[in-house]
T-cell receptor, first 117, second 111 residues
Framework: DAGVIQSPRHEVTEMGQEVTLRCKPI?????LFWYRQTMMRGLELLIY????????DSGMPEDRFSAKMPNASFSTLKIQPSEPRDSAVYFC???????????????FGSGTRLTVV | GQNIDQPTEMTATEGAIVQINCTYQ??????LFWYQQHAGEAPTFLSY????GLEEKGRFSSFLSRSKGYSYLLLKELQMKDSASYLC????????????FGAGTTVTVRA
């Protein structure tokens, strides 16, 4: 398997523009997560899905952020309009369902480094 | 909320042993995870502990004490490639797959 695939790897955009990040999870994984990483705040969970259904979006900063998972092999995270404070590395991760916890760990994609100027 | 504390930085010599501590205060507990993240790369899963005690995987071992809200990751026979950030993460509830991560400990291995 090619692992979790994210695109683009790097994105530079102007404030106010719409940004769409894409993720293809590992085939057969039941869970998909979107995390954001910054020096100041570390890794923060934005939203996660189980079997394509959003389970917890309490980490989504505000209405400017939205995420979808139309099928088991694709998810998007959209920011509209983007702001400089959204600059971060955005990671997508997927996990196989274990028992009571993600005992097999997450597999992270390579991330999208977003810069909003 | 979840509070997970780790030291910010540690430095050690090649071939030595380093112990990275993690303390947590969370609304519940359903497992503790360690991840390794090299600079500019994605985190990779190292270990999972849910019961008290030591889990050994080659040069890496992870320990958990639930009563103390404490874990450590032990790296033995350090190699230069072990220079990375090590992230402690906690699952707070049964069947809740989200993890809360600590800020990470940057380990620098020197020759």
């Amino acid at each position: 398997d090619a692992g979790v695939i994210q695109s683009p790897r790097h994105e530079v955009t102007e404030m106010g523009q719409e940004v769409t990040l894409r993720c293809k999870p590992i085939s057969g994984h039941d869970y998909l997560f979107w995390y954001r990483q910054t020096m100041m705040r570390g890794l923060e969970l934005l939203i996660y899905f189980n079997n394509n259904v959003p389970i917890d979006d309490s980490g989504m900063p505000e209405d400017r952020f939205s995420a979808k998972m139309p099928n088991a092999s694709f998810s998007t995270l959209k920011i509209q309009p983007s702001e400089p404070r959204d600059s971060a590395v955005y990671f997508c991760a997927s996990s196989l369902e274990g028992t009571e916890a993600p005992i097999y760990g997450y597999t992270f994609g390579s991330g999208t480094r977003l810069t909003v100027v | 909320g979840q509070n997970i504390d780790q030291p910010t930085e540690m430095t050690a010599t090649e071939g030595a042993i380093v112990q990275i501590n993690c303390t947590y205060q969370t609304s519940g507990f359903n497992g503790l995870f360690w991840y390794q993240q090299h600079a500019g790369e994605a985190p990779t899963f190292l270990s999972y502990n849910v019961l008290d005690g030591l889990e050994e995987k080659g040069r890496f071992s992870s320990f958990l004490s639930r009563s103390k809200g404490y874990s450590y990751l032990l790296l033995k026979e350090l190699q230069m490639k072990d220079s990375a950030s090590y992230l402690c993460a906690v699952s707070a509830r049964r069947f809740d797959y989200k993890l809360s991560f600590g800020a990470g400990t940057t380990v620098t291995v020197r020759a």
